[in-house]
């Protein structure tokens, strides 16, 4: 469901997926060129998207992958994507898509 997601989300440019299901990931990478311009959940609904690469209406928009501007409670997270050494290691008051996706993969 996420890489149908992920597809019609109607990036400017045909993006390449990146997602090993095989390995457990629970993010889809949409890649345009050499940029990650959105991340897309295997886990629940909800994809963050750099601004003006994507329309669509259920939405986290960021201003770059690698800005700092989400905030969670820890365990919201801890609910959403289990418990691990790299997601306790995550600054929950200020962090990027980035960060998140790699706490959570």
Do not use: Q
């Amino acid at each position: 469901m996420a890489t149908e997601f992920a597809r019609g989300l109607g990036v400017h440019s045909e993006p390449v997926i990146d997602w090993d299901d095989g390995a457990g990931e629970s993010w889809v990478r949409l890649i345009v060129g050499n940029a990650v311009v959105a991340y897309v959940s295997t886990v629940f609904p909800v994809a963050i998207i750099e601004r003006n690469s994507a329309p669509v209406n259920e939405k986290i928009m960021v201003e770059a992958m690698a800005s700092r501007e989400l905030s969670s409670a820890k365990g919201a997270l801890e609910a959403a994507f289990g418990d691990s050494p790299r997601l306790d290691a995550l600054n929950t008051e200020r962090f990027s898509a980035d960060e998140l996706w790699y706490a959570t993969v």
